[in-house]
């Protein structure tokens, strides 16, 4: 495990992990995260709205006796 810590080579392939792959990788990941959580986001403002417009007319309805 060290000696791909320190080559950073996959091991069983010739594929070497260099700066610019870790550079690439690293703005990826922030990218891909950054449209999830936006799309979490979304979601639970839908969710807030649809919540709060049936608490609010719920309690504006008329109770029937």
């Known amino acids: 495990?060290?000696?791909f810590l320190v080559l950073g080579i996959i091991p069983g392939t010739p594929i070497q992990i260099t700066f610019a792959l870790w550079i690439i990788g690293v703005a990826t990941v922030a990218v891909l995260g950054g449209l999830w959580l936006g799309h979490r986001a979304h979601l639970l403002r839908n969710w807030l709205i649809a919540t709060m417009f049936a608490v609010t007319?719920?309690?504006s309805t008329p109770?029937?006796?």
Do not use: D, L, Q
């Open 63 to 65: 109770k029937i006796a």
């Open 1 to 3: 495990m060290w000696s």
């Open 57 to 59: 007319v719920r309690r």
